[in-house]
Protein backbone atom coordinates (compact mmCIF):
# COMPACT_ATOMS: atom_id res chain seq x y z
CA UNK A 1 0.00 0.00 0.00
CA UNK A 2 1.24 3.29 -0.43
CA UNK A 3 1.35 5.75 1.90
CA UNK A 4 1.75 9.28 0.27
CA UNK A 5 4.60 11.76 2.38
CA UNK A 6 2.72 10.07 5.58
CA UNK A 7 4.48 7.08 5.56
CA UNK A 8 7.68 6.49 7.53
CA UNK A 9 10.70 3.81 6.89
CA UNK A 10 12.70 2.35 9.81
CA UNK A 11 15.77 2.54 7.63
CA UNK A 12 17.60 2.96 4.18
CA UNK A 13 16.67 -0.59 2.56
CA UNK A 14 13.20 -0.09 3.59
CA UNK A 15 13.38 3.43 1.54
CA UNK A 16 15.40 1.97 -1.37
CA UNK A 17 12.90 -0.96 -1.74
CA UNK A 18 10.34 1.48 -1.55
CA UNK A 19 11.99 3.29 -4.13
CA UNK A 20 12.34 0.12 -6.65
CA UNK A 21 8.72 -0.80 -5.93
CA UNK A 22 7.04 2.51 -6.80
CA UNK A 23 9.61 2.88 -9.88
CA UNK A 24 11.60 6.15 -8.32
CA UNK A 25 14.70 5.21 -8.02
CA UNK A 26 16.16 6.82 -11.15
CA UNK A 27 13.59 10.16 -10.42
CA UNK A 28 15.80 13.33 -10.34
CA UNK A 29 16.34 14.98 -7.13
CA UNK A 30 14.08 18.62 -7.05
CA UNK A 31 17.87 20.12 -5.85
CA UNK A 32 20.76 17.47 -6.05
CA UNK A 33 21.98 17.74 -2.71
CA UNK A 34 26.13 16.85 -1.92
CA UNK A 35 26.32 14.30 1.15
CA UNK A 36 29.34 12.88 2.84
CA UNK A 37 29.19 8.85 2.57
CA UNK A 38 28.57 6.95 6.19
CA UNK A 39 30.89 4.33 5.26
CA UNK A 40 34.11 6.07 3.47
CA UNK A 41 33.42 9.83 4.53
CA UNK A 42 33.69 10.46 0.67
CA UNK A 43 31.10 13.75 -0.51
CA UNK A 44 29.15 13.32 -3.48
CA UNK A 45 26.43 14.48 -4.85
CA UNK A 46 23.03 12.93 -4.79
CA UNK A 47 21.12 13.04 -7.88
CA UNK A 48 18.19 10.46 -7.90
CA UNK A 49 16.48 9.41 -5.44
CA UNK A 50 18.64 6.23 -5.28
CA UNK A 51 21.87 6.86 -5.85
CA UNK A 52 25.76 5.03 -4.83
CA UNK A 53 28.59 6.52 -3.78
CA UNK A 54 31.13 6.81 -6.07
CA UNK A 55 33.89 5.44 -4.05
CA UNK A 56 32.32 2.74 -2.17
CA UNK A 57 29.34 1.60 -3.36
CA UNK A 58 27.16 2.48 -0.83
CA UNK A 59 23.50 2.70 -2.01
CA UNK A 60 21.64 5.73 -0.57
CA UNK A 61 17.79 6.57 -0.72
CA UNK A 62 15.29 9.09 0.45
CA UNK A 63 11.41 9.31 -0.89
CA UNK A 64 10.60 12.01 -3.09
CA UNK A 65 7.98 13.52 -0.66
CA UNK A 66 11.36 14.02 1.69
CA UNK A 67 13.96 15.12 -1.16
CA UNK A 68 14.88 18.44 -0.26
CA UNK A 69 15.92 17.46 2.90
CA UNK A 70 19.57 16.20 3.54
CA UNK A 71 18.34 14.78 7.00
CA UNK A 72 15.83 11.72 5.66
CA UNK A 73 18.81 10.71 2.60
CA UNK A 74 19.89 7.15 4.08
CA UNK A 75 22.09 4.51 3.44
CA UNK A 76 20.80 0.99 2.45
CA UNK A 77 24.55 -1.02 2.71
CA UNK A 78 27.17 -0.98 0.45
CA UNK A 79 25.99 -2.31 -3.58
CA UNK A 80 22.81 -2.87 -1.84
Not at 6 to 30: D, H, T, W
Amino acid sequence: MHDGCSGSFGNGEQIVNKLRQMGFSSYAMPIPIEIKCTSCETTFTMETMEDKCDSCGMTYGVTPCHATDPGSIQPAGINY
